[in-house]
């Protein structure tokens, strides 16, 4: 029988630890006198009694290593506790939200999808729009743990691949799990606090410059303005694109860089894949646009190219008129934010990684069919893919696929327009936060989904986070027999 002690303890104390961080907030609130710090204090008691209630009640398992399966169900687990007492603050208090669009907006938060049904954030209270901007921040070092540390375990689409070489988090790079969070939190921090100051020093007032930098630095999306970046055109695109880029690379690239391998980063093959495919889209759009309308060229590469890594990185931000450039854009808009950015990063989508490798594995079965006489394998960065890597990984793109369409369907019986439940599955799998469509053309919100629409949606955030198959192995029932 599967022993959930030691899950339910690390699960109790996250959850403690997120009551713990809605003070913050609260304090916020209170320091401005606004109203609304009274909704903190009742979710911070709420959540903190709830999650110091489970530590305690699970304490007798400390000293329990966890096994694959108890990885798998503190994987999904930890981001449905954290998901539901992150929503609690949007009920209590401000903006007072139903509670699927409670649960909505704190799924889009900790999962960094960044996609809102909130209308109206330039008047939310300030604690209010900074627990989003945290929700972003402590998603997008939450999954940076996942990616690197549990999905290499789990065997979860072709992760386990970078249990070799440098990227064996486990043991090459840094000793020990403990080692490895506190080098994580440390570059986290730091880039975090850069942002910060980098947005400040271009005029963005202190709490748009706080939220946007742990929304940018997580890819998280999550604005205190509906007007996201929009409300600061210029230089402060150009500083959230390079933030944003940063933030979709490998974070354990950073901690190699800081002890010692200064090109750790750029040796890495997914970083110059991303940076070439980048380039690549925003040339491409940035000609079409001008030989399509009389826009002068600056305004065309800041706003493509803004707009373009926002997608790409999964982060959501927008500025400017992009999404109303036309058919041409909004297929590269669809086709980058397929991709995603680094494996080992914030990011979502398939992964740089994931794309590289399917395109090996193509080319590699091309040149079989060329000669069929010899024998072709698939390499990555000059080391072979081993069989079951491959098999993980079409898996999971196969998988991803199908689960898009499927999602697209169910949310056009929902009611939704075709446009609009693609892109809105799109977006949600993809964990970009992009909103396109008639649907939410009007105020750029998910508000006007059908009930039924949201809850596919919040589903569709969750496995895209969670890598999918993390998702499907859990409603087998050959998995809890064995």
Same mark, same amino acid.
């Given at each position: 029988?599967?022993?959930?002690?030691?899950?339910?303890?690390?699960?109790?104390?996250?959850?403690?630890?997120?009551?713990?961080?809605?003070?913050?907030?609260?304090?916020?609130?209170?320091?401005?006198?606004?109203?609304?710090?009274? $909704?903190?204090?009742?979710?911070?008691?709420?959540?903190?009694?709830?999650?110091?209630?489970?530590?305690?009640?699970?304490?007798?398992?400390?000293?329990?290593?966890?096994?694959?399966?108890?990885?798998?169900?503190?994987?999904?687990?930890?981001?449905?506790?954290?998901?539901?007492?992150?929503?609690?603050?949007?009920?209590?208090?401000?903006?007072?939200?139903?509670?699927?669009?409670?649960?909505?907006?704190?799924?889009?938060?900790?999962?960094?999808?960044?996609?809102?049904?909130?209308?109206?954030?330039?008047?939310?209270?300030?604690?209010?729009?900074?627990?989003?901007?945290?929700?972003?921040?402590?998603?997008?070092?939450?999954?940076?743990?996942?990616?690197?540390?549990?999905?290499?375990?789990?065997?979860?689409?072709?992760?386990?691949?970078?249990?070799?070489?440098?990227?064996?988090?486990?043991?090459?790079?840094?000793?020990?799990?403990?080692?490895?969070?506190?080098?994580?939190?440390?570059?986290?921090?730091?880039?975090?606090?850069?942002?910060?100051?980098?947005?400040?020093?271009?005029?963005?007032?202190?709490?748009?410059?706080?939220?946007?930098?742990?929304?940018?630095?997580?890819?998280?999306?999550?604005?205190?303005?509906?007007?996201?970046?929009?409300?600061?055109?210029?230089? $402060?695109?150009? $500083?959230?694109?390079?933030?944003?880029?940063?933030?979709?690379?490998?974070?354990?690239?950073?901690?190699?860089?800081?002890?010692?391998?200064?090109?750790?980063?750029?040796?890495?093959?997914?970083?110059?894949?991303?940076?070439?495919?980048?380039?690549?889209?925003?040339?491409?759009?940035?000609?079409?646009?001008?030989?399509?309308?009389?826009?002068?060229?600056?305004?065309?590469?800041?706003?493509?190219?803004?707009?373009?890594?926002?997608?790409?990185?999964?982060?959501?931000?927008?500025?400017?008129?992009?999404?109303?450039?036309?058919?041409? $854009?909004?297929?590269?808009?669809?086709?980058?934010?397929?991709?995603?950015?680094?494996?080992?990063?914030?990011?979502?989508?398939?992964?740089?990684?994931?794309?590289?490798?399917?395109?090996?594995?193509?080319?590699?079965?091309?040149?079989?069919?060329?000669?069929?006489?010899?024998?072709?394998?698939?390499?990555?960065?000059?080391?072979?893919?081993?069989?079951?890597?491959?098999?993980?990984?079409?898996?999971?793109?196969?998988?991803?696929?199908?689960?898009?369409?499927?999602?697209?369907?169910?949310?056009?019986?929902?009611?939704?327009?075709?446009?609009?439940?693609?892109?809105?599955?799109?977006?949600?799998?993809?964990?970009?936060?992009?909103?396109?469509?008639?649907?939410?053309?009007?105020?750029?919100?998910?508000?006007?989904?059908?009930?039924?629409?949201?809850?596919?949606?919040?589903?569709?955030?969750?496995?895209?986070?969670?890598?999918?198959?993390?998702?499907?192995?859990?409603?087998?029932?050959?998995?809890?027999?064995?």
């Amino acid at each position: 029988m599967l022993d959930l002690r030691p899950v339910g303890y690390v699960i109790g104390l996250l959850v403690a630890l997120l009551g713990a961080s809605m003070l913050v907030p609260l304090v916020v609130d209170f320091a401005l006198g606004d109203g609304n710090w009274q $909704a903190f204090a009742e979710a911070s008691v709420i959540t903190l009694a709830c999650g110091g209630f489970v530590t305690v009640a699970c304490a007798n398992s400390l000293g329990r290593g966890l096994n694959v399966r108890q990885a798998f169900v503190l994987t999904v687990g930890v981001w449905l506790a954290l998901s539901f007492f992150g929503a609690l603050p949007f009920v209590l208090g401000a903006p007072g939200l139903t509670a699927t669009d409670a649960i909505f907006e704190a799924v889009s938060g900790i999962t960094t999808t960044g996609s809102t049904v909130i209308v109206g954030l330039d008047d939310l209270p300030a604690g209010m729009n900074l627990w989003r901007g945290m929700l972003n921040w402590l998603g997008g070092l939450g999954i940076a743990f996942v990616a690197m540390i549990f999905l290499p375990v789990m065997r979860v689409g072709g992760m386990q691949f970078f249990r070799t070489e440098g990227f064996d988090t486990l043991g090459k790079v840094l000793p020990r799990a403990t080692d490895i969070a506190r080098a994580l939190m440390s570059v986290y921090a730091g880039m975090t606090l850069l942002c910060v100051l980098t947005y400040l020093a271009l005029g963005m007032v202190p709490l748009d410059a706080v939220v946007h930098g742990f929304a940018t630095i997580a890819t998280g999306g999550f604005s205190p303005s509906d007007s996201s970046f929009g409300k600061y055109p210029g230089a $402060a695109e150009y $500083a959230g694109a390079f933030f944003m880029l940063l933030g979709s690379l490998p974070y354990i690239r950073f901690v190699q860089m800081v002890n010692g391998t200064p090109g750790a980063v750029w040796n890495d093959a997914q970083v110059r894949a991303l940076l070439r495919w980048l380039v690549y889209a925003v040339a491409t759009v940035v000609l079409w646009r001008m030989a399509t309308s009389d826009q002068a060229f600056e305004p065309v590469l800041r706003e493509a190219l803004f707009n373009l890594v926002s997608i790409f990185t999964g982060t959501g931000f927008f500025s400017g008129s992009f999404a109303g450039w036309g058919s041409f $854009a909004l297929v590269a808009a669809f086709v980058v934010g397929m991709i995603g950015g680094c494996s080992g990063s914030s990011s979502g989508a398939l992964s740089v990684f994931r794309v590289q490798v399917l395109f090996a594995a193509i080319g590699a079965q091309i040149r079989q069919i060329h000669t069929p006489h010899r024998v072709f394998s698939v390499r990555y960065d000059g080391r072979t893919v081993e069989v079951d890597v491959m098999n993980a990984l079409m898996m999971y793109v196969t998988g991803y696929v199908l689960t898009i369409g499927v999602l697209s369907v169910g949310l056009t019986l929902t009611g939704v327009d075709t446009v609009s439940a693609v892109f809105g599955i799109w977006t949600s799998i993809g964990n970009i936060g992009y909103a396109i469509g008639p649907l939410t053309a009007p105020a750029g919100t998910f508000d006007a989904f059908p009930t039924a629409a949201k809850w596919l949606m919040i589903l569709a955030m969750l496995m895209g986070r969670l890598a999918l198959l993390a998702v499907f192995v859990l409603v087998l029932p050959r998995f809890w027999r064995a």
